[in-house]
Every structure is written in structure tokens, then in C-alpha cells.
Nanobody, 127 residues
Framework: QVQLVESGGGLVQAGGSLRLSCAAS????????MAWFRQAPGKEREFVAA????????YYADSVKGRFTISRDNANRLMYLQMNSLTAEDTADYYC????????????????????WGQGTQVTVSS
């Protein structure tokens, strides 16, 4: 099994920055491909960014491209999401997700790609 725990959420003013972290544990975790999703109140969970096990493949949703940066530290089983130039539209619960393997099996942007999920961390951007 794999356990994922997010941290780093909070309240920030528009234009500000936050850095989210996701800590992975569990004996079956082996540099799995991972992603960030978010869900705003009353909306569907949406893809934000994804990173392959090696970090060699990275993808972003158009809405965050140029503002957010995904990265990972495999030695410490951590994944990050650096979020800059935040706007009120970025307000949501942010979820960390992990795939079964190091590689994306199908669609990296689909929530159905991912086997494991964290509990989420709340990000609120005040305008």
C-alpha cells in the first residue's frame, strides 16, 4: 500500500505564492508517477500537474502553465508544487495522487490513472 500526505496549504493574497508538499510512504512505493489535482467547491476534480517517476516527463494544465512548478525528491519520497502568481481561481482543495508504476499507463491528466490519493490540503486565495 501507498500512503500520501499533503501539506503546505493555507490562505494567501492574490499574487502571492505557496509551496505544497506531498510525502509518500508504504513499502510498495517505488518512485511512482505522481500528480496534483484540485477540486473547487461545487466543481469536478481537475488535473493540475503530473510528473513521471524519474522526473523526466512533466505536464501541466493550461490554466497553471507558467505559474506552477511540479518537482520531486525521490530520495526522500517527496513531491512538491510551487504555486506563484496565485489568483482567486486557484482556490481549491489540492490532492496528491500516485500511479501504480513509474510510468503513466494511459492518460496522465485523468484521475482514473491514479491508484492512490492523499486527503487534500486547502488553498484559499483572497482577492
Amino acid at each position: 500500500q501507498v500512503q500520501l500526505v499533503e501539506s503546505g496549504g493555507g490562505l494567501v493574497q492574490a499574487g502571492g505564492s505557496l509551496r505544497l508538499s506531498c510525502a509518500a510512504s508504504g513499502r510498495t512505493f517505488r518512485s511512482n508517477a505522481m500528480a496534483w489535482f484540485r477540486q473547487a467547491p461545487g466543481k469536478e476534480r481537475e488535473f493540475v500537474a503530473a510528473i513521471s517517476g524519474s522526473g523526466g516527463s512533466i505536464y501541466y494544465a493550461d490554466s497553471v502553465k507558467g505559474r506552477f512548478t511540479i518537482s520531486r525528491d525521490n530520495a526522500n519520497r517527496l513531491m512538491y508544487l510551487q504555486m506563484n502568481s496565485l489568483t482567486a481561481e486557484d482556490t481549491a482543495d489540492y490532492y496528491c495522487a500516485a500511479d501504480r508504476s513509474q510510468y503513466f499507463r494511459g492518460s496522465y491528466y485523468s484521475r482514473y490513472e491514479y491508484e492512490y490519493w492523499g486527503q487534500g490540503t486547502q488553498v484559499t486565495v483572497s482577492s
